[in-house]
T-cell receptor, first 116, second 113 residues
Framework: GAVVSQHPSWVICKSGTSVKIECRSL??????MFWYRQFPKQSLMLMAT?????????EQGVEKDKFLINHASLTLSTLTVTSAHPEDSSFYIC????????????FGDGTRLSIL | GDSVTQMEGPVTLSEEAFLTINCTYT??????LFWYVQYPGEGLQLLLK?????DKGSNKGFEATYRKETTSFHLEKGSVQVSDSAVYFC????????????FGQGTILTVHP
C-alpha cells in the first residue's frame, strides 16, 4: 500500500518552455502532498507543501510564480516549472501523506528534469 | 528548530558484514522517527519507522530503536547484501517543524561482493 506515482520520470526540453510534473497517490487519499528538489549527492530540499483545494505553502527562497503547484484532488498534485532555464535542471520528487503530521510521507520515484 | 545528524559517509562494507548507521536528533515534543532508502535514480522508500520511545522499527532485516534518553535512532543490519547498496536517510516528523520531514544529510552505503 501507500503507492505514489510520479510522471514523467525523465524530461528534456528547451530553455523557455514550461514543464508539468504529476504526482498521484494510487491507493490512498493524501491529505497533504509535498514537492522536493534534490541536487546530486545531497539531501532533499522542501520546495512547498500543498493541501487539496487550497494554495500551496512555499518555503523561503522558492519562487511561487516559477514553480506553480496545483492540488486539485486528494490523489493528484502537479508541479509546473514555468519558463524553465538550465539552472532549473534537477531531480524533483513528490511525496504524499495521509493522516497527521507524525505520519510518514510516501515518495514518488522522482522526475529528472534537464533543460537545454 | 529540529535537526537530524547522521554519521559521515560513505560507508563501504563487504557482503555479510554488520551494518550500523548512526542517527541522532534534536526536536521538541514527541516526534516520529523514520529511515528512508534511496536507490540510484529513484525516489525515497520508507524502510522503517518508530512513533514513540523504545519502539523498534524493523523491515527487510534492518532495525532501529527509538532511544529518547540518547536522542538516537541508529540503523542496524546483521548481514548486508550487495543489493543494500543505496543512500540511507534518517528523518523525523512532528517536532517543531510541524508537518514537515526533517532529514539527515544521507549516508551512502556500498556493499562489495
Amino acid at each position: 500500500g501507500a503507492v505514489v506515482s510520479q510522471h514523467p520520470s525523465w524530461v528534456i526540453c528547451k530553455s523557455g518552455t514550461s514543464v508539468k510534473i504529476e504526482c498521484r497517490s494510487l491507493d490512498f487519499q493524501a491529505t497533504t502532498m509535498f514537492w522536493y528538489r534534490q541536487f546530486p549527492k545531497q539531501s532533499l530540499m522542501l520546495m512547498a507543501t500543498s493541501n487539496e483545494g487550497s494554495k500551496a505553502t512555499y518555503e523561503q527562497g522558492v519562487e511561487k510564480d516559477k514553480f506553480l503547484i496545483n492540488h486539485a484532488s486528494l490523489t493528484l498534485s502537479t508541479l509546473t516549472v514555468t519558463s524553465a532555464h538550465p539552472e532549473d535542471s534537477s531531480f524533483y520528487i513528490c511525496s504524499a501523506r495521509v493522516g497527521g503530521p507524525n505520519q510518514p510521507q510516501h515518495f514518488g520515484d522522482g522526475t529528472r528534469l534537464s533543460i537545454l | 528548530g529540529d535537526s537530524v545528524t547522521q554519521m559521515e559517509g560513505p560507508v563501504t562494507l563487504s557482503e555479510e558484514a554488520f551494518l550500523t548507521i548512526n542517527c541522532t536528533y534534536t526536536a521538541t515534543g514527541y516526534p516520529s522517527l523514520f529511515w528512508y532508502v534511496q536507490y540510484p535514480g529513484e525516489g525515497l522508500q520508507l524502510l522503517l519507522k518508530a512513533t514513540k520511545a523504545d519502539d523498534k522499527g524493523s523491515n527487510k532485516g534492518f532495525e532501529a530503536t527509538y532511544r529518547k534518553e540518547t536522542t538516537s535512532f541508529h540503523l542496524e543490519k546483521g548481514s548486508v547484501q550487495v543489493s543494500d547498496s543505496a543512500v540511507y536517510f534518517c528523518a523525523l516528523a512532528g517536532g517543531t517543524s510541524y508537518g514537515k520531514l526533517t532529514f539527515g544529510q544521507g549516508t551512502i552505503l556500498t556493499v562489495h561482493p
